[in-house]
């Protein structure tokens, strides 16, 4: 089976840094996507990692060890607009058996 | 570009009717749909591989006979909640694997709240 961690909840202040951790267990494993959702809408992408290292996209950036089943999505400069539910997921099987496993999700508070 | 679209947004019905949801690639071809469903607080859980051509796959426990999957052509795949009861009140959301930034992306559509009464 697949199983995906990810803490429940994160409160940070508005301008601050904020790192969610991800710790995934799954068979043929592909890659490490992360998504934002906000509440009652559908995710949004916002990164994928396949290969070891951090990523960088403006503000947000990800981080995958292969090795040791663990990414991070790390959010800099913090808006409120920010407030919402991170979703991290991996990509595993080929062709026909290609899914998207998703963790229970972060929600991350931005306090002002 | 790769904009999926799911209709209805919101849907409510009685206890032990039908109710059908579609999912439509809008600028792409999908061969491939995935059904989620989305309990309150809670992540995404697959329901089942939507396939153009040939019969739905089904995750452990998600009865096939209860969640009918049709992918009739290659931009249409629709799920139909037979007999809904209470407990099948939930968000359902379709995606398909597009051209994005990364290979295996998925686009989601809007996703359609379902409220069994």
């Known amino acids: 089976g697949q199983n995906i961690d990810q803490p429940t909840e994160m409160t940070a202040t508005e301008g601050a840094i904020v790192q969610i951790n991800c710790t995934y267990q799954?068979?043929?494993?592909?890659?490490l996507f992360w998504y934002q959702q906000h509440a009652g809408e559908a995710p949004t992408f916002l990164s994928y990692n396949v290969l070891d290292g951090l990523e960088e996209k403006g503000r947000f950036s990800s981080f995958l060890s292969r090795s040791k089943g663990y990414s991070y999505l790390l959010l800099k400069e913090l808006q409120m607009k920010d407030s919402a539910s991170y979703l991290c997921?991996?990509?595993?099987?080929?062709?026909?058996?290609?899914?998207?496993?998703f963790g229970a999700g972060t929600t991350v508070t931005v306090r002002a | 570009g790769a904009v999926v679209s799911q209709h209805p947004s919101w849907v409510i019905c009685k206890s032990g009717t039908s109710v059908k949801i579609e999912c439509r690639s809008l600028?792409?071809?999908?061969?491939?749909m995935f059904w989620y469903r989305q309990f309150p607080k809670q992540s995404l859980m697959l329901m089942a591989t939507?396939?153009?051509?040939?019969?739905?796959?089904?995750e452990q426990g998600v009865e096939k006979d209860k969640f009918l999957i049709n992918h009739a052509s290659l931009t249409l795949s629709t799920l139909t909640v037979t007999s809904a009861h209470p407990e099948d009140s939930s968000f359902y959301i379709c995606?398909?694997?597009?051209?994005?930034?990364?290979?295996?992306?998925?686009?989601f559509g809007e996703g359609s709240r379902l409220t069994v009464l």
């Open positions: 995606s398909a694997p597009g051209q994005g930034a990364a290979t295996g992306e998925l686009f």
């Open positions: 600028d792409f071809q999908a061969t491939t």
């Open positions: 997921a991996a990509s595993h099987g080929w062709g026909n058996d290609y899914k998207l496993s």
């Open positions: 799954t068979s043929g494993f592909n890659g």
């Open positions: 939507s396939n153009e051509g040939s019969k739905a796959t089904y």
